[in-house]
């Protein structure tokens, strides 16, 4: 098993600029997460999701859309791409809800300049 | 708003030095607090805790949670240079619709030969 895979891995976008952060999972998860993690920082919920079809925000999503259509893939999109955003981001994946345990991708370096 | 706070911040010690990581919480709906070890990359899963008084443990690393107190501390025995991370606190909340996990800042720990 691949575990959580994510691409890119870097990319530097212009303000303005959009981009997909591809997110696939091969452990048959349900419940689908992204993160951004600043620099000496912990990680920040952008979206969460926790079946195809069904996606909800966490504490920092706007700037950012999500879609669920497979249980495996987890696309994160950035419109209009800002300084701000310039951070790692990481993809998560968990079969529990209860247990919490989340099994993270290797994360994509953002930077917007 | 569900808060997380670790300390110490950031921590140099000595190899063979014993070390403890603090974290506590204030969180709605509690299930369960998650340590996991970040080396410059995604963060590597380390323990689960739902219980109270009940000690995890994984070689010279051990954990315990005190959810009266809503704390929990991460004690790392005879350190090593392989030991040297940012050491990352969640916690982890069940809502109606999936679970989340709040992370804290982090501790980075940096371990001197």
């Known amino acids: 098993n691949a575990g959580v895979t994510q691409t890119p891995k870097f990319r530097i976008l212009k303000i303005g600029q959009s981009m997909t952060l591809q997110c696939t999972q091969d452990m048959n998860h349900n419940y689908m997460y992204w993160y951004r993690q600043d620099p000496g920082m912990g990680l920040k919920l952008i979206y969460y999701?926790?079946?195809?079809?069904?996606?909800d925000k966490g504490e920092v999503p706007n700037g950012y859309n999500v879609s669920r259509s497979t249980t495996e893939d987890f696309p994160l999109r950035l419109e209009l791409a800002a300084p701000s955003q310039t951070s790692v981001y990481f993809c998560a994946s968990s079969y529990s809800a209860t247990y919490n345990e989340q099994f993270f991708g290797p994360g994509t370096r953002l930077t917007v300049l | 708003e569900d808060k997380v706070v670790q300390s110490p911040l950031s921590l140099v010690v000595h190899e063979g030095d014993t070390v403890t990581l603090n974290c506590s919480y204030e969180v709605t709906n509690f299930r369960s607090l998650l340590w996991y070890k970040q080396e410059k990359k995604a963060p590597t899963f380390l323990f689960m805790l739902?219980?109270?008084?009940i000690e995890k443990k994984s070689g010279r690393l051990s954990s315990i949670l005190d959810k009266k107190e809503l704390f929990s501390i991460l004690n790392i025995t005879a350190t090593q240079t392989g030991d040297s991370a940012v050491y990352l606190c969640?916690?982890?909340?069940?809502?109606?619709?999936?679970?989340?996990?709040?992370f804290g800042e982090g501790t980075q720990l940096t371990v001197n030969p």
């Open positions: 999701s926790v079946g195809a079809g069904i996606t």
């Open positions: 739902t219980s109270s008084g």
């Open positions: 969640a916690v982890g909340t069940g809502v109606t619709s999936g679970s989340r996990l709040t």
